[in-house]
């Protein structure tokens, strides 16, 4: 059976956004927000509330949606794991990105990474949602900035684009 | 003491159910089971939960199956996600409350992390699963090192946060009878905001048969140290021809069965009329529901 | 002028947001400087307790820590954190009574001691081994507890909790004889709750002391300057050794407390290593002030044909342990009480009391919409009374062009065409018409109207400096100290000089978020953002056009008059053949070969704000209550807001939007609830709600454009406006459904629910 004990070091791998990445884990207690952003310093991913409410820290775990606060690393080496560092390709921003700077919907920006994500959860599995739909899928993401009326209007608008595009 | 990073502690990944109740056993109060973990998680960092040992359980395979059966109803194990019974049309269409119930908790996120069987061995009386479970009468199926037992969801709880699991027990899974003709079912609760803990939480189950209550079962949550069924209220309706009068009678007497407090989400005088309003009101669409049921 | 403008008024993507959403921005809370200490709080676990002795030996012992602070281990200078007092004109209403650990605990949270150490885990442990002696004393946690006789005292310096007491502002006329003299004399009275405004960046400080003695300091500062000021008097250092930054802070709804970052300070002193202090979310409540919290009692007189004839104000302000903005807030609350309508004959008191609960004071809106809520709500009541239309009533008393908004005369006047088109927005007549009752629901509908500002002005101190400089790419880089908090400042200002330049809004870089190598700025505070901001840029612009045309003038042997600049390139009105890149111009001016010196074309301008436009607006609300259960549901919320000119109308429309949403939850169900014990019980969003997208009401914004002839294109405040209306609106919409009026906010269903049996109405 697998164990560890604390402090024991164990190197486990993930594959953050197509990479492969190893760090040495000291013991269990490290969550996966923690190693996001502590060891392989990819501060894209937030973390606010700690207790699961906010979706700050949300990342994707084989495509779906995570809250990596409350999420140990150790849980899930060895899988692919998606953050917003990775939905921009070669330059281009992914739709629903351009969509958030077209709409105004991220103002401080704390918010958008979980936002953006979420929303590629919904549009990936839903191209078309409704208003409510939308509002339904980002009830666990908190905005304290924009009243969120923009942000459902990037989504709106990524959809849209999304559709015309193909993509 | 409430920390940013998680204390120290021993992590195990059991793959079979054998595995977990010999830690259990093993280990007793200082163990905790981890299924998905977003309660589990925050509690030990805030350091409400102190656990030395943690089991994860996501690694044992048949924790995740569950099926209808027509004749048997819905069974589903304890890694079965919110998300997939949030999802799953079977249990939209033959237990649409424990379905509504499941939608309407936390966030999409947390669903596909968090269990149904992790919330009901929370045993947070605040639960909104329990309730609609107990009204459908659901089982927990218990595994310990002497082997299998079941529990009814109803009698899980002995007090504040307490369960009847004993050293080395764990869930795997619950079991759903399938439901009657003639049964409606309703499920509602008050809360301060659609992400918040419920201040009040309702199910009710019945079943009509010429206008009689065959059978009525209420749960309420939050309003008591545990989720419980509002028995005494159950005891005015069972037999009795329907009637307003009778429900609003079944709605008043219900607010014995809770014994609510004050806190910051409500205060004992409302959860106390609220006992009454969604008993009544629930009674009432459950009675409708039925009645549509029989003609169909 | 008919000139149609290129940037102004356009819908242009905020600025940094490609980096925004690819999550390459850095917030303070990110930055990991290497060998950072991790700083952990040791916080009172009583309300109100005399510390007898701390004993840290043990502690120290613990191998890997490396500070430990108390008391006696930091300035003995009281501050008061809220760093106002630098832009204040009456800087000794801001009592400094805090010392950066407190000797003695005020309330539950109250910082007494912090470590530094290696790790979580070891700061975990020393904390466990310091020895705290209290004596627990007896508490005041409620203001009547405070003001009781022999109460016990927060602050024994002061002889009682009644810290301070001002009649300002502007009390004019006999109140006694005036309401004598009314005809109708209404009065409401309200006690207004501890929403936290909550930003969703956690607060971090980190500080590190360099080699040569300088101090870098990371941390979600939305007035660096001034927290630099108050850090280099507090340690004594001089102002220029100081670094404040903050590039990009998650959310600016009221200064995040300074408190954290002299612990933080002080910690990395006397380790003299590098340390990093972070509130876990359920200190951070306990240690950031909520927004203030006041009783107010209002009474107003009309005569009988519905002239506002006087009007009274006391205003009693919960500052909780510390003094903070006690007095800082009041005074935008009771200018929203007198702003917008004509009022004769005013009196107002405020009295600040302290009780042993956390700190309170200044959140977005900075108590204007408790003024708006209790002045729109005597409206109401006055109409009634005297038989009139709820609007009508407004328009007649509305003040007009010539009258002084609170302390400056108005600049434009706008008030009643605004209420007109959010009455014709909103349907009110329509909606007015609709039967009231429907099964277990009443409808309602509530107006409010409010008057806010653009700045501190007359008050305040609001000055700010920036460099303005040509590159040699013919681009513009703008340098001043500014962090940004997510409302786009930075760029509806950089529209603002692109306007006045006439150089391509992509050809401006910014140097911002640091105090080091950036001029003075008194930071953002009363809504004065555009304004202040907007007009420093345009002011730098206008000069900096002005070196550039000197320049060009002599590379191309033309007289400047005859210049001017279009989309990047100086051109000659005269002659066709006299043009010029401004990367030649910029180029040239630099490697300039043909003898003579160097010269970077670079401007240094301040804007000095005397005037602060009034920014009007209007909020509608539609409810309905469920006259069994007491909830009550917003089916629609209208904020018409005059902005002068949108420069940017999308950064408009989401200030507006986010604040609305702020208000909405003010109204409803935002609050720290604290027990009778002190303790706040809503320590972290999932027991202190805030809404979500499941609970967003149905909002609409509608922008008022009539230009301000001081602000930068005409504009306007806006980051505040949308909390003032809205909480007023739904209260008012409450009271027309029912006929109920909640001295205690939020309005939750349990307070309706007590109301509605308390008058026994049925639906
Ligand atoms: C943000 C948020 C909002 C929420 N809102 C609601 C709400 O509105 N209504 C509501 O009812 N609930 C709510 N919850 C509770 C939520 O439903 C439960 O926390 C979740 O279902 C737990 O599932 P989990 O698998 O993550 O459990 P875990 O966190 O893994 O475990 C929870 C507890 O149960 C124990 N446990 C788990 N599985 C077993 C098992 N098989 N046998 C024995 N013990 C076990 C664990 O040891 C632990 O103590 C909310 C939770 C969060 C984090
Ligand atoms: S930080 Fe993970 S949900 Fe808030
Ligand atoms: S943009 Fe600031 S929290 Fe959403």
Known sequence: MFRIEPKKSEVVSFIVNGQLKEVILKGPNQTLAEVLRIKLDMTGTKESCQCGECGACTVLVEGEPVLSCSTLAIAVRGKRITTIEGLAEGGVLHPIQQAFIDSGASQCGFCTPGMILMAKVLLDENPEPTEDQIKEHLGGNLCRCTGYVKIIEAVQLAAKTMKSVGA | MSSLHLKDFVYFEPTTTAEVTSLLAEHGAKARIMAGGIDLIPRMRA???????????????????????????????????????????????????????????????????????????????????????????????????????????????????????????????????????????????????????????????????????????????????????????????????????????????????????????SNKEYRLDMIRVLVGRALNKAVNQAKGVQHV | ????????????????????????????????????????????????????????????????????????????????????????????????????????????????????????????????????????????????????????????????????????????????????????????????????????????????????????????????????????????????????????????????????????????????????????????????????????????????????????????????????????????????????????????????????????????????????????????????????????????????????????????????????????????????????????????????????????????????HCVMSLEEDGTVTVTQSHPDGGMNLLGSCTQIAAEVLSIPFEHFHHVHGCTKGALNDMGLAANSGLYGMGNLYAKAAAALKEEILKVAARFLEEAKENLDIKDGVVFSSQDPEKKMTLREVGDRSIYNHSGGASHQISVTTGFNPKLNPAAVGTAMADITVDMETGEIKVEKLLNVHDIGRAINPMGVEGQLEGAMLLGYGYALFEDLAIDEKGLVRANNVNRYKMSSTLDLPDMEVVLFEDPAPSGPFGGKGVGMSGVLGVPSAIANALYDATGIWLEEMPYTPERVLAAIKAKKLES
């Open chain 2, 47 to 265: 350091g409400s939960i102190k656990a030395e040992v943690v089991i994860n359980i996501q690694k044992i395979p048949e924790l995740s199956l569950f099926e209808y059966d027509p004749a048997k109803g819905f069974r589903f194990g304890a890694m079965v996600s919110l998300h997939t019974l949030d999802t799953c049309q079977e249990l939209k269409k033959h237990f649409p409350i424990i379905q509504k119930a499941i939608n309407q908790i936390t966030s999409v996120q947390s669903k596909y992390m968090g269990t149904a069987v992790g919330n009901v061995c929370l045993a947070t009386p605040a639960s909104d699963v329990s309730p609609v479970l107990m009204v459908h009468d659901a089982e927990l199926i218990i595994e310990g090192t002497q082997g299998v037992r079941t529990e009814k969801v109803a009698d899980f709880y002995t007090a504040y946060y307490k369960t009847t699991l004993q050293q080395g027990e764990f869930v795997t899974g619950v079991s759903i009878p399938k439901v009657a003709e003639g049964t409606g079912a309703a499920f509602y609760n008050k809360v301060r905001t659609h992400a918040d803990i419920a201040k009040i939480t309702v199910a009710a189950v019945v079943n009509v048969q010429d206008g009689v209550f065959q059978d009525a079962k209420i749960a309420l949550g939050a309003v008591a140290p545990v989720a419980l069924r509002a028995r005494s209220a159950e005891a005015v309706l069972q037999g009795q021809p329907i009637s307003e009068e009778l429900i609003q009678k079944a709605a008043e007497v219900a607010m014995n069965d809770g014994s609510p407090i004050s806190d910051f989400r």
């Open chain 3, 1 to 464: 002028m008919g000139e149609t403008l290129t940037y102004v008024g356009k819908r242009l993507p905020f600025l940094k947001n490609r980096e925004k959403v690819t999550g390459s921005v850095k917030y303070p809370s990110d930055i990991q400087v290497p060998g950072a200490h991790f700083g952990k709080l040791l916080t009172s676990p009583h309300a109100h307790a005399l510390i007898k002795s701390i004993d840290v030996s043990e502690a120290e012992k613990v191998p890997g820590v490396v500070a430990i602070i108390t008391f006696k281990d930091i300035p003995q200078k009281k501050i008061n954190p809220a760093i106002v007092k630098w832009m204040h004109h009456h800087p000794e209403h801001d009592l400094e009574d805090m010392y950066v650990v407190s000797e003695k605990a005020r309330f539950i949270g109250d910082i007494i001691g912090a470590v530094a150490a290696i790790d979580e885990e070891t700061a975990d442990r020393a904390l466990g081994l310091i020895k705290v002696e209290y004596e627990v004393l007896p508490a005041a946690l409620t203001t009547d507890e405070a003001m009781a006789p022999g109460a016990p005292l927060v602050h024994e310096e002061y002889g009682s909790n009644i810290s301070l007491k001002a009649g300002f502002p502007g009390n004019r006329g006999d109140a006694d004889s005036a309401f004598l003299n009314a005809d109708v004399l209404v009065e409401a009275h309200v006690k207004t709750s501890r929403q936290h405004v909550w930003p969703l960046e956690p607060l971090t400080c980190t500080a590190e002391f360099t080699y040569s003695g300088e101090l870098n300091v990371w941390t979600p500062a939305q007035r660096p300057m001034t927290s630099r000021k108050q850090i280099a008097e507090l340690f004594e250092l001089g102002e220029a050794s100081v670094n404040v930054i903050c590039e990009h802070a998650g959310g600016f709804f009221g200064e995040a407390n300074w408190s954290i970052v002299p612990v933080c300070i002080a910690l990395a002193k006397k380790a003299a290593k590098p340390v990093r202090l972070q509130y876990p979310p359920e200190l951070y409540v306990l240690a950031t002030p909520s927004r203030e919290v006041y009783e107010l009692s209002g009474k107003v007189g009309f005569s009988k044909e519905g002239r506002l004839m006087c009007g009274a104000l006391d205003l009693l302000v919960e500052s909780g342990g510390y003094f903070n903005r006690s007095s800082a807030t009041t005074q935008p609350a009771m200018g929203a009480f007198q702003a917008l309508y004509r009022l004769p004959v005013y009196r107002g008191l405020m009295q600040a009391v302290y009780t042993n609960t956390p700190t309170t004071g200044g959140a977005r809106g900075y108590g204007e919409p408790q003024g708006v809520l209790l002045m729109e709500h005597l409206f109401d009541l006055a109409a009634a009374k005297l038989g009139k239309d709820r609007l009508e009533l407004r328009y007649q008393n509305f003040k007009k062009m010539g009258e002084y908004a609170i302390q400056l005369p108005m600049e434009t006047e706008t008030q009643e065409r605004v209420l007109r088109l959010a009455a014709e927005k909103f349907g009110w007549k329509e909606k007015e018409a609709r039967p009231k009752s429907e099964g277990n629901t009443r409808r309602g509908i509530g107006v409010a109207n409010y008057m806010d500002v653009s700045g501190g002005q007359p008050h305040e101190l609001n000055d700010r």
